[in-house]
């Protein structure tokens, strides 16, 4: 008998990726990397030869060749280039950023050009080949996680990413979601748990009820802009000040000051959630107008580090707040806490946590891995031959709806409206013999469209020429169980479909 194709489950990092599978057996292993990690580091390079690395490869060469190392890409991804997320992302990454012709974001590396969605692919083409070499077998099919609050153009992106290598992304699940099927397959379980996961450049939040063999979620929140990333520019810019008030140089326009600064930056917080105190020496980073070499010589204590980064856990708290009121729970009403993300490692996240629940949280998942692991659980049961149900109930992480008068937003869908869903809406020609209409899509939840993401704008084609008024045209909603839209129209008196085009401008 041909054995069958394996599906394989790609948690896809801003920091780091992992990828799982579920053998015949029904065991779930990670897929492990040379030297036996895990974890892959998500970073792309071009050294000065053109060699292309990824990985530890790129990790390794980091600190030497700044500008042609592109990493954190995933907070990009979906993103316009004038947007104030790629104008915070400038300063502080040491690579180029350029529009493209439709203001979508182009990085130089090496002397080549690159999309977001071509980083994306090339690291998840490394993550397939190294799980290819692994199993023995060619890997074209894929389940891959993405933070619950990208929105539909994050998760188009990332599909995307996957046809640029011929790797078929079967499904996109939410990396909360993915944690909590970690946890809870195959255990008869009857409980609310909340998944916290804040991860290197994401947070995420969901409740999710788990019963048995069907998970659903009921709430989600989060902030793709609030991770470890942002722990270590709060040591960054307090090291910067530190030596600009010591010696009157500003340290962040050096590229490989600040990339070595970065590195130990990183290195100091994780160091600082097992001790108190932690050396932040860093000798010969610049040198003085008289050539004379100076050194950074500091010290940092766990007490700083929290001074220093405390708001970000607030923001975090803040969210988990409101995603219970959406959920209708209140914190005694939740059975498990689940840490998910290398940031949870950080003591006062628990020690916060736990004041906000009045329990601590459970450590029932590796908060590195468990999202790999959910991944390849659902990758499992999507396979033909598989004995293995899992019933997956989502919802949408942001309400999605149209530009109404005045530049408000009509919703359409709220936030938390679960997946797969569809909504009808008529509307009707505004001008005699109208044959086109046209709609902007957004999703957001502020009440001006300004404020939210632009999906697309939707263009419906074909319209019977008649009186303005005299013809209706039915437009149906449809977000996929992956969180995608798709948009028709339909001429209800005759009920011929109509042409539908959406073109996509980066906002
Ligand atoms: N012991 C530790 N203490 C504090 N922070 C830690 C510790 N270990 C790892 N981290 C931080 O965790 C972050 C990486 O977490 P993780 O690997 O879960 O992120 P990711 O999955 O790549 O990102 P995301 O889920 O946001 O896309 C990094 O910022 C890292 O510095
Ligand atoms: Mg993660």
Redesign the pocket.
């Known amino acids: 008998m041909q054995k069958k194709e394996p599906i394989i489950g790609i ?7 992992c990828a799982a599978y579920v053998e015949d057996s029904g065991n779930v292993k990670l897929i492990p990397y040379k030297g036996g990690d895990y ?1 892959i580091p ?1 970073i792309f390079a071009i050294d000065d030869k053109g060699n292309e690395l990824i990985g530890y490869e790129a990790k390794r060469q980091w600190q030497l060749n700044p500008r042609n190392t592109i990493y954190g890409a ?1 907070r990009l991804v979906g993103r316009g280039f004038k947007s104030d997320i790629v104008d915070s992302m400038k300063k502080v990454v040491a690579y180029q950023m350029r529009p493209g012709k439709k203001n979508e974001v182009v990085l130089d590396v090496g002397k080549k050009e690159f999309s977001l969605q071509e980083i994306s692919a090339k690291l998840l083409n490394k993550i397939r080949d190294v799980a290819s070499n692994y199993l023995k077998t060619p890997i074209k099919r894929a389940v891959v996680t993405v ?1 619950a609050y990208f929105n539909d153009r994050q998760r188009q992106s990332v599909k995307d990413a996957g046809k640029l290598i011929d790797l078929e992304v079967v499904r996109i699940i939410n ?1 909360p979601t993915a944690a909590a099927l970690a946890y809870g397959v195959g255990k008869g379980l009857n409980e609310k748990v909340v998944i916290y ?1 804040l ?5 995420d939040v969901s409740i999710i009820e788990i019963r048995d063999r069907v998970f659903e979620v009921k709430a989600t929140g989060g902030d793709i802009f609030l ?3 942002d ?2 520019n709060a040591i960054i810019h307090h090291v910067l000040k530190d030596f600009a008030s010591k010696t009157g140089i500003d340290l962040a326009t050096d590229p490989v000051a600040m990339q070595r600064i970065k590195d130990l930056a ?1 290195r100091t ?2 160091d ?3 001790r108190e105190e932690v050396p932040f020496n860093i000798p010969f980073i610049t040198m003085t107008a008289q050539g004379q070499p100076l050194n950074i010589e500091m010290k940092f204590t766990r007490k700083i580090l929290e001074m220093l980064t405390s708001h970000l856990i607030d923001k975090s708290l803040q969210i988990v707040a409101r995603v219970l009121v959406d959920a209708g729970l209140s914190t005694k009403e939740v059975d498990e806490v689940m840490l ?4 949870t ?2 003591p006062i996240v628990q020690d916060r946590l736990t004041k906000f629940f009045g329990k601590p949280p459970s450590k029932g998942v590796h ?2 891995e468990a ?1 790999a692991i959910g991944a390849a659980l659902y990758a499992h049961s999507l396979q033909d031959d598989t004995n293995l149900r899992i019933q997956l109930l989502d919802v949408i992480p942001m309400a999605i709806g149209l530009e109404k008068a005045g530049g408000m937003f009509h919703t359409v869908f709220p936030r938390n409206a679960p997946i797969p869903n569809a909504k009808q809406l008529l509307a009707t020609t505004s001008m005699d013999n109208q044959t086109e209409l046209a709609m902007r899509i957004y999703q957001g939840d502020h009440e001006m469209v300004a404020q939210n993401d632009l999906l697309g704008e939707f263009t419906f084609s074909g319209i019977r020429a008649d009186k303005r008024g005299m013809v209706q045209v039915e437009i149906t909603f449809d977000v996929s169980v992956e969180g995608i839209l798709t948009m028709r129209a339909r001429d209800p008196a005759t009920g011929r479909e109509m042409r539908t085009t959406v073109r996509v401008t980066q906002s």
């Open positions: 948690d896809l990092g801003t920091t780091n990726s974890t998500s995933k933070p990396e996961d991860g290197g450049g994401t947070f991770g470890g990333i722990f270590d990183e917080k994780i600082l959630s097992a998910v993300g290398g940031q490692r950080m908060p590195d999202v």
